[in-house]
């Protein structure tokens, strides 16, 4: 499975970016697609996820700012990221969980995207 994230960049506080990441090969049952990201010096964490419940999870960062997305045909999960902060600056991951059942057993997989880096200027 390959994660293919573009979109970041560049921008000023208050700016907006658009993340987009679309997965392809072998793709079982997709259970969440989402992104995380990494600043420097700092653990990866959460930023937002949709499963295939449709349910969304947001980190408190994010919260009223960004708004994850999917295209359930293609694969893709996108974020939109609106006012942004200088805090924000850091390496965004995409993510994807998937399942496969078969007679005997399940199995699940966990997949990165290599990043994509936001850089917010104060």
């Known amino acids: 499975v390959q994660l293919q994230a573009s979109g970041g960049g560049s921008v000023q506080a208050g700016g907006s970016l658009r993340l987009s990441c679309v997965a392809s090969g072998s793709i079982f049952r997709i259970d969440s697609m989402g992104w995380f990201r990494q600043a420097p010096g700092k653990q990866r964490e959460l930023v937002a996820t949709l499963d295939s419940g449709r349910t969304i999870t947001y980190a408190d960062a994010a919260k009223g700012r960004f708004t994850i997305s999917r295209d359930y045909a293609k694969n893709a999960v996108f974020l939109q990221m609106n006012s942004l902060k200088p805090e924000d600056t850091a390496v965004y991951y995409c993510?994807?969980?998937?399942?496969?059942?078969?007679?005997?057993?399940?199995?699940?997989?966990?997949?990165w995207g290599k990043g994509t880096l936001v850089t917010v200027s104060s």
């Open positions: 993510n994807v969980e998937m399942s496969r059942v078969t007679e005997l057993d399940e199995y699940e997989y966990d997949y």
